[in-house]
């Protein structure tokens, strides 16, 4: 944005931005996605508000920023293996055993207070709201979706996946079950249960001869 | 509530319910749930806040019979064989013909115009709010899983399902995905889509022999 700022100044807007970001998630969190302001954020993060307007058009526009830093944070602390958003879903040769690695990572970021207020704020809102419903799937779901049509099609070339099967729903049986699990607290969001969702989703629920 | 009223009595009675669910369901769908109040519920019903008051404790409870006398007469509307709460899930003896009979019908059902803004509004509170969410879930959403388990262990019992298959696990495979896409709006909620979901989760991602 401003290429010839000098070193200092960089530093100086980088921890502007994180400052920012960390605002407006524990923001959204405690108050849900309406009572968040840009003036709340601001305040919270010792900034003006013109500061946040120079960078960003709008509220949703700093969430988003936001969520996608909080996922790169998590993606690059569970490190390649987890599957973190820069590296692709694994691909050992085994997919079960690459499904159910990716899945209880999952399950932990769910599971994960620093995540779980502001993920659930952003993600009722988006139910109510079609158009920021509609920027969530496709800024922060559909590059994740992306990743697993990507390591099914791998599966399918292997011949480990059905050729019939649509991986772009194929993925849904696998995390629509953990979503569901979490946003309408049915029952306990587990590393067991990933695992089962993998097993009953690759082998089916009839029986196999 | 009140056995010796006379049938006229008893009449109106029941109109000024109807009114008032109508009213609840209608005013939670435009306003969202926190902006719905008894007071506007009784003023678009046309009845005093103290018939209401006199008949539930609170908003979620008024929200709560609304939704559960909706769900009924969807039911009673789509027919024994769609499935209707109080019929169960029919049992032909071919179970992805029973459970595709009744994914579409609660496709039909999430993609009905009266019933989507209500049913958006109560779930987005209830990701934010665990009480809320834990009551939908207890009195709207589990009897409607317990139709599932039922046919489910019926279809285990007639070699169907996988023995070892816990129903109450294999049922989320069905309709998660289903609750994923209606909720996140990924992409469209098809009958072709529910039937597509069967049969992947029957028959399992992985290639039989």
Redesign the interface.
């Known amino acids: 944005m401003a290429p010839h700022k000098a070193p200092d100044s960089s530093r100086r807007s980088d921890r502007s931005r994180r400052a920012i970001y960390d605002a407006a998630l524990a923001l959204v969190g405690e108050a ?1 996605y309406r009572r968040t302001t840009i003036e709340g954020i601001a305040a919270r993060a010792g900034v003006g508000k013109q500061t946040i307007y120079r960078w960003w058009p709008s509220k949703a526009a700093v969430l988003m920023e936001a969520f996608l830093d909080l996922a790169t944070r998590a993606a690059e602390e569970a490190g390649p293996q987890a599957g973190g958003a820069e590296y692709g879903i694994p691909d050992t040769g085994d ?1 079960a055993a690459d499904l159910k690695l990716v899945l209880r990572a999952t399950v932990d970021e769910l599971n994960d207070p620093l995540m779980e207020a502001p993920t ?2 952003l ?6 709201d ?1 158009k920021l ?2 920027e ?2 496709e800024k922060l ?2 590059p994740q ?1 992306a990743l697993y049509v990507t390591r099914l099609r791998a599966a399918q070339e292997a ?5 019939d ?2 991986p ?3 993925l ?2 696998l ?3 953990l ?3 979490w ?5 306990p969001l587990t590393h067991a ?1 990933a695992d ?2 993998v097993d ?10």
Chains 1, 2 share one sequence.
């Open positions: 849900g997919l659930r704020a993600t009722a809102e988006g139910i109510v079609a419903g509609a969530f799937v779901l559909d979706l011949g480990q996946l059905r050729p099967a649509d772009r729903i194929a849904e049986l995390i629509a079950p979503t569901h699990r946003l309408l607290r049915t029952l249960y089962t969702i009953y989703a690759l082998g089916g629920l009839a029986p196999r001869p």
